[in-house]
């Protein structure tokens, strides 16, 4: 089992740019996030999904987009990046509302630097 | 305005002794309340959890501490070891929505 993955690692973007992050998992969880981590400011929920082809706001939403064709991959997009997007974005996957005992499985990170 | 705060950024203990990392929450609704360690390089860990219905929770030498009348918990690891030098988080929430506190950095001194 791979659990949780994030493609890429790292990027680099210029102010304008679009990308997007993919998070794939194999556990057959049914319910996926993204977060992003800044200094300071602990992990902060961007979007998250309760099943394949469903998406929802979470606290810090703007700027971003989500999709969820399928069940274990989850979508993160920046249109056009700005300054502001440059974070650590964590990718989390549970079996249901809060998984198992509340227990979010995290993938490794994207780091994400927009000039 | 943050709804769980971690107010110590670091903490540093000796090997063997116990270390408390402590949060605090706002939002009185909450009902489940989580730790998860962070090394470097890697995407947090779970490590315990309690639910609002009780105020205590043992894994081996973790245990959390729940007080809902002071919107507080607590994380204890006894005895501390050099590998639990890690970044701890404590999150809380209810229903879809957990929201994270800004973390503690722990350091074991062997």
């Known amino acids: 089992n791979a659990g949780v993955t994030q493609t890429p690692k790292f990027r680099v973007l210029k102010t304008g740019q679009s990308m997007t992050l993919l998070c794939a998992q194999d556990?057959?969880?049914?319910?996926m996030y993204w977060y992003r981590q800044d200094p300071g400011m602990g992990l902060r929920l961007i979007h998250y999904?309760?099943?394949?082809?469903?998406?929802a706001k979470g606290e810090v939403p703007d700027g971003y987009n989500v999709s969820r064709l399928k069940k274990q991959n989850f979508l993160l997009g920046l249109e056009s990046a700005a300054p502001s997007q440059t974070s650590v974005y964590f990718c989390?996957?549970?079996?249901?509302?809060?998984?198992?005992?509340?227990?979010?499985?995290f993938g490794p990170g994207t780091r994400l630097t927009v000039l | 305005d943050q709804q769980v705060k971690q107010n110590s950024p670091s903490l540093s203990v000796q090997e063997g002794r116990i270390s408390i990392l402590n949060c605090d929450y706002t939002?009185?609704?909450?009902?489940?309340f989580l730790w998860y360690k962070k090394y470097p390089a890697e995407g947090p860990t779970f490590l315990i959890s309690i639910s609002s219905i009780k105020d205590k929770n043992e894994d081996g030498r973790f245990t959390v501490f729940l007080n809902k009348s002071a919107k507080h918990l607590s994380l204890h690891i006894v005895p501390s070891q050099p590998g639990d030098s890690a970044v701890y988080f404590c999150?809380?929430?209810?229903?879809?929505?957990?929201?994270f506190g800004t973390g503690t950095s722990l350091t074991v001194i062997p």
């Open positions: 999150a809380a929430g209810s229903g879809n929505q957990f929201y």
């Open positions: 999904s309760v099943g394949e082809g469903t998406t």
């Open positions: 556990m057959n969880h049914e319910y």
């Open positions: 989390a996957s549970s079996y249901s509302v809060g998984g198992v005992n509340g227990e979010q499985f």
């Open positions: 939002n009185s609704m909450f009902d489940y």
